[in-house]
């Protein structure tokens, strides 16, 4: 079965099985607060959402009148997020490939990833965070909600915990690892116990 085929029929049940405060989803929903509040606090706001899944959190800031443009590689996802944003842009792409031709040249307030950045492998986390620097507009920020921990050990120690749960081809973030890495962006980090977190880019120049 391949990864598209996984997320396809993990379409119906995905709401659902995010909101158990077990690991990986522990924080989940404090992470998807956390990353609402930032935005819904700027008005019509245009908004790309990167692994926009079912778009349980996009449609916040759809409701709320932002522009929402979406991209997931799972058509099942989207054909949920579609039912609640009829209006919405959502595109089907794998962008932690490639980003599609239709966002070409464009320019967004806010770039979102929620539960999507662990997909991107650790040595090209940095160079892809910094493509996503030229899809932002002045005073643009990426907000990135995700699995985080803030070292190597830490990260072996959840994954000790939690053996039978833990992916190996799952990349989460380690703060002490990509921070460094960080040099282009004015960065905050929020940490929401157990093991995630929000991180807040804004290019610096």
């Given at each position: 079965?391949?990864?598209?085929?996984?997320?396809?029929?993990?379409?119906?049940?995905?709401?659902?099985?995010?909101?158990?405060?077990?690991?990986?989803f522990?924080?989940?929903?404090?992470?998807?607060?956390?990353?609402?509040?930032?935005?819904?606090?700027r008005?019509?706001?245009?908004?790309?959402?990167?692994?926009?899944?079912?778009g349980?959190?996009a449609?916040?800031?759809?409701?709320?009148?932002?522009?929402?443009?979406?991209?997931?590689?799972?058509?099942?996802?989207?054909?949920?997020a579609?039912?609640?944003?009829?209006?919405?842009?959502?595109?089907?792409?794998?962008?932690?490939?490639?980003?599609?031709?239709?966002?070409?040249g464009?320019?967004?307030?806010?770039?979102?990833?929620?539960?999507?950045?662990?997909?991107?492998?650790?040595?090209?986390?940095?160079n892809?965070?910094?493509?996503l620097?030229?899809?932002?507009?002045?005073?643009?920020?990426?907000?990135?909600?995700?699995i985080?921990?803030?070292?190597?050990?830490?990260?072996?120690?959840?994954?000790?915990?939690?053996?039978?749960?833990?992916?190996?081809?799952?990349?989460?973030?380690?703060?002490?690892?990509?921070?460094?890495?960080?040099?282009?962006?004015?960065?905050?980090?929020?940490?929401?116990?157990?093991?995630?977190?929000v991180?807040?880019?804004?290019?610096?120049?």
């Open positions: 079965m391949t990864e598209v085929s996984i997320f396809n029929d993990w379409a119906e049940n995905y709401n659902h099985d995010v909101s158990d405060e077990e690991f990986p522990a924080g989940y929903n404090q992470v998807l607060d956390t990353i609402a509040g930032k935005i819904l606090a008005k019509g706001a245009s908004v790309l959402d990167l692994g926009i899944g079912t349980q959190l449609r916040r800031f759809y409701e709320a009148g932002h522009l929402v443009t979406g991209i997931d590689f799972s058509e099942g996802m989207l054909q949920i579609r039912q609640c944003m009829p209006l919405a842009e959502l595109i089907t792409a794998d962008f932690a490939s490639e980003m599609p031709k239709e966002i070409e464009r320019r967004f307030d806010f770039i979102v990833m929620t539960y999507a950045f662990h997909h991107i492998p650790y040595q090209r986390q940095a892809f965070l910094s493509k620097a030229g899809y932002l507009n002045a005073d643009g920020q990426v907000l990135i909600g995700d985080l921990f803030p070292n190597q050990q830490a990260m072996q120690a959840c994954q000790a915990r939690y053996p039978d749960g833990w992916d190996d081809e799952e990349y989460y973030m380690i703060w002490e690892k990509l921070q460094p890495q960080l040099d282009g962006f004015q960065s905050e980090l929020i940490e929401i116990p157990p093991y995630a977190g991180l807040g880019l804004k290019p610096a120049f």
